[in-house]
């Protein structure tokens, strides 16, 4: 290849590729002082141009201007230098052309070689560029293939791991399956970028419901906190400052439609919806569903509660190996401790609480849409 086939191809990579022909150059000539140094000595201070508009390469040995020479080959004296120049000065860098003859061949393979990398190395960082702005985000993907306890899926150009921890339990896998997943990290590594995706992170619920509800999307209704055990169960919290928008039944949809699309999302996880409060009490009380509550008794210096239920309702509140008591408590940010009625009674559970409870009238924790879509345990 000739110098000017050399610039020809440059000016077509920086046309096609987006790759700063000047950066090629740059590669270029700092590869090119390694090879002279091969042949020249590593003490030997060299560079290497490339002529921008001809192509022509030439390698130059420098040498700093000096008062006593002390290392010939690469310092030269102020007597010597003013030889070749008189205005020369102390301090000054003079360049000796040492061009090797054969130096236009090693410079293509050079070249090449670099064109080659700068390719892979452009390639790379627009895969990366285009997968960073997905972070935090939900996308679809397909099933790849198992890598021991790893499954890896497919995100357009690019596969993503979902590892063993990020896997929603007992969930099966297929090859060619379109799931959809929580992007939790991408990293830039030396042979491209790297993905880590998720099935059982809290945002993902959040991020099918913005996807699924217009109104979260939008910000009418707003998302205040998630408690979610992964395969299992899901705790939500919504509000809008709208009082002509009703959050809870925007999320369920009419007949449980919107919240269903999620729960068949995610295998069949249970969502209880539920609306949020300022008042403790009653985000307590309405974190409890599907139990009804008689009576909540807070202590703010403790950020604790004490629950009052039905007696027949006790098992319903605190859940099956205590999740609906345990998501309750997630979700609200609240130490709760729940008895039942006849409990209460015996052991004078609410004397020793300071005197901020007042019995609730029982709260009707699910609305109609919602009595539809969740089932009691």
């Not at 609730?360 to 879509?373: H, P, T, W």
Request: aromatic share 6%; charged share 30%.
């Amino acid at each position: 290849m000739d110098s000017k086939e050399f610039l020809d191809a440059l000016n077509l990579i920086e046309k096609e590729k987006g790759i700063d022909k000047e950066i090629i150059f740059e590669a270029i000539e700092a590869s090119l002082v390694s090879a002279c140094k091969k042949n020249f000595g590593s003490g030997q201070s060299i560079k290497v141009t490339i002529d921008r508009e001809s192509g022509e390469v030439a390698c130059y040995a420098q040498k700093e201007v000096v008062e006593e020479v002390m290392d010939p080959q690469t310092e030269i004296s102020l007597g010597e230098a003013r030889v070749l120049r008189p205005n020369y000065e102390l301090g000054d860098m003079i360049d000796f052309e040492v061009t090797p003859r054969d130096f236009g061949r090693v410079a293509a393979q050079t070249a090449k070689q670099v064109v080659v990398q700068k390719f892979r190395e452009a390639e790379r960082e627009i895969l990366y560029n285009q997968y960073i702005t997905k972070e935090r985000e939900v996308v679809t993907a397909i099933v790849q293939r198992r890598e021991r306890r790893n499954v890896i899926v497919q995100m357009g150009k690019i596969d993503a791991v979902l590892s063993a921890n990020e896997q929603i339990p007992g969930e099966q896998y297929n090859f060619m399956d379109r799931i959809k997943v929580y992007v939790l990290e991408v990293k830039q590594m030396p042979k491209g970028p790297q993905i880590f995706v998720s099935r059982t992170h809290p945002e993902l619920v959040k991020r099918l419901f913005e996807q699924e509800v217009p109104e979260v999307h939008d910000g009418t209704v707003e998302i205040k906190s998630i408690a979610r055990e992964a395969g299992s169960r899901t705790k939500i919290a919504v509000y809008s400052k709208n009082p002509n928008v009703d959050a809870l039944g925007a999320c369920v949809g009419q007949n449980g439609c919107r919240v269903n699309v999620i729960v068949n999302e995610l295998g069949g996880e249970k969502i209880d919806v539920i609306n949020w409060s300022e008042d403790p009490k009653e985000f307590i009380a309405a974190a409890l569903n599907p139990s009804k509550v008689v009576e909540v008794a807070v202590n703010e210096e403790e950020q604790s509660a004490k629950i009052v239920v039905p007696d027949h309702q006790l098992s319903l509140a605190i859940g099956k190996e205590g999740q609906n008591a345990r998501l309750s408590a997630k979700l609200t940010g609240w130490r709760i401790d729940i008895k039942s009625e006849t409990q209460a009674r015996e052991t004078n559970f609410l004397d020793d609480t300071p005197a901020v409870e007042e019995p609730l009238e029982d709260v009707e924790l699910a609305e109609e849409a919602q009595e539809d879509v969740l089932t009691e345990e």
